[in-house]
């Protein structure tokens, strides 16, 4: 069975400094991972998604995060967090079909200070 | 602007009462789905739709019910609400390839008092 795994679910870091969500995923095939962010009181927005192509992605607001499969991991980075940063980030793993569902971990919120 | 819109957006409502939750998109997508989340929990699949007349239910159980009868309407019913079913209710929709990208609604916060 698919299952996504989000260690430390509060992270916080200073203004500037380097951002590192850490994802890891268990799947008994090749999974599609994606990883959203959620502002609050707001619905989810995409970040990037991996779908086996390029092992590293990059996605919007210059996050990007690389495939490993040897660590079944996919770790979020961003070089320099900014305010506008702060929100809760999910990650998710879909083995794609006709369903496309999503199984999404418990979430990471990122705190970002000045 | 193709989006996807929710309503309402809070709704606080007593034992018992019938309520709908309204999803639309204006992406022309098939796919449509209903998630539910607890407060830092994660997201769990309650119901989703290939299709018009086409409803599943998801991973997680719900009392709640949906239908399709438009492309672009998903709304979800729930005949007589509890406080367990406060929660946020939240709406994506996709299209139909294998990797399409769900995109998300903002979200309905619903509390039965």
């Known amino acids: 069975a698919q299952s996504v795994t989000q260690l430390g679910s509060h992270v916080s870091v200073s203004e500037g400094a380097l951002v590192l969500l850490r994802c890891n995923y268990s799947?008994?095939?090749?999974?599609?991972l994606f990883w959203y962010v959620q502002y609050p009181n707001q619905g989810l927005q995409l970040l990037l998604k991996y779908t086996s192509a390029a092992t590293l992605v990059k996605g919007i607001n210059g996050f990007e995060a690389e495939f490993k499969k040897s660590e079944t991991s996919f770790h979020l980075t961003k070089p320099s967090a900014h305010m506008s940063d702060a929100a809760e980030y999910f990650c998710a793993v879909s083995l794609g079909g006709a369903t496309n569902k999503l199984i999404f971990g418990t979430g990471t919120l990122l705190a970002v200070q000045p | 602007e193709a989006d996807i819109y929710q309503t309402p957006r809070y709704l606080v409502i007593g034992t018992g009462k019938k309520i709908t939750l309204e999803c639309s998109q204006t992406?022309?997508?098939?796919?449509m789905y209903w998630y539910q989340q607890d407060p830092g929990m994660e997201l769990h699949l309650i119901h989703y739709?290939?299709?018009?007349?086409?409803?599943e239910k998801g991973d997680l159980s719900s009392e709640s019910t949906v239908s399709r009868i438009r492309t672009e309407h998903f709304p979800l019913t729930l005949e007589s609400a509890r406080p367990s079913h406060t929660s946020q209710y939240l709406c994506?929709?996709?299209?139909?390839?294998?990797?399409?990208?769900?995109?998300f609604g903002p979200g309905t916060r619903l509390t039965v008092l």
């Open positions: 739709s290939y299709g018009v007349n086409s409803t």
């Open positions: 992406m022309g997508h098939d796919k």
């Open positions: 994506a929709s996709s299209e139909l390839g294998l990797t399409d990208t769900q995109y």
């Open positions: 799947s008994s095939v090749p999974p599609y």
